[in-house]
């Protein structure tokens, strides 16, 4: 399940476009997901001429560790010049990973995605209440796209409700 909250209004050339492809072909899209060096390697040789319009990169960091902003830029930066038309977000845990992100990443990255999971050790707002985690995501959108990004929730795969 992926909750996107609206994107903001956006002029220049900061203008996502994440989305703007996706409903263009009614198609099916990809977002594939990096972890490290060597799966960026992978993506880079295997990967190649396979990828289209619409799809997308979810580069993450941070779950269980710092958040490495440089290796979230320099491989946004990597991935736009070999793939030039999939569109690149990055990822974590925990508000204030996401905040990090938000604050230090520049494009070709265009959105954040929240991972919202129990047991995530940077994560310590985790809560099973939904009204509260409803609260949690606003805020965090919020946060986001006054920043300049496209905001993309990922709660848990269990229910919250």
Do not use: C
Request: no cysteine.
């Amino acid at each position: 399940m992926l909750w996107v909250a609206a994107a903001p209004a956006f002029s220049g050339e900061r203008r996502p476009t994440l989305f703007e492809n996706w409903d263009a072909d009614g198609g099916f899209h990809v977002v594939v997901p990096i972890y490290n060096d060597a799966g960026l390697q992978r993506v880079r040789t295997e990967l190649k001429g396979l990828l289209r319009p619409g799809d997308v990169f979810l580069l993450i960091s941070g779950n269980y560790k710092e958040v490495d902003l440089r290796w979230l830029s320099n491989t946004a930066k990597t991935l736009k010049k070999e793939f030039p038309s999939v569109a690149g977000v990055a990822g974590s845990s925990g508000v204030g990973n996401i905040l990090q992100i938000a604050n230090g990443v520049q494009p070709p990255i265009e959105g954040i995605v929240y991972t919202y999971e129990p047991n995530f050790p940077r994560e310590p707002e985790f809560t099973w209440d939904f009204e509260t985690t409803t609260r949690i995501f606003e805020w965090v959108g919020k946060t986001v796209h006054k920043r300049g990004f496209v905001f993309i929730g990922k709660p848990t795969g269990r229910p919250l409700l």
